[in-house]
């Protein structure tokens, strides 16, 4: 086949919107929670050297945490396609359990030695 078809263009469309969404809110999301944590948590500019890994990683689990609930948000208002909300929701739960599980502990670890 040359060309596609009216539904397949439909949703190869889908798609792309969901992505460039999906990617604008994360990173806004991103930037909301390095400002919380500037705003809230650091006391001081010296600070901000040695707590760099510790802002990125609640950052990101800022990030994950709200984008579970923004899928929350998706589901109810049917934003995004139903496959599309089903991977990211996975795939959102996946990186946050792994962060909390395995990447946290190790750097609070670290932290310690």
Request: hydrophobic content about 55%.
């Amino acid at each position: 086949r040359v060309g596609m078809g009216g539904e397949e263009e439909v949703l190869l469309l889908s798609a792309l919107s969901d992505a460039i969404l999906t990617v604008t809110s994360l990173s806004a999301l991103s930037y909301l929670g390095r400002w919380f944590y500037h705003t809230y948590f650091q006391t001081t500019s010296a600070n901000e050297r040695s707590f760099g890994p510790l802002a990125a990683l609640f950052s990101a689990t800022f990030t994950l945490s709200l984008a579970l609930y923004l899928l929350m948000l998706s589901e109810l208002l049917s934003i995004l396609h139903p496959v599309s909300r089903r991977l990211l929701w996975q795939l959102d739960v996946l990186l946050l359990l792994m962060l909390l599980v395995l990447v946290l502990p190790a750097a609070f670890t670290a932290s310690l030695l």
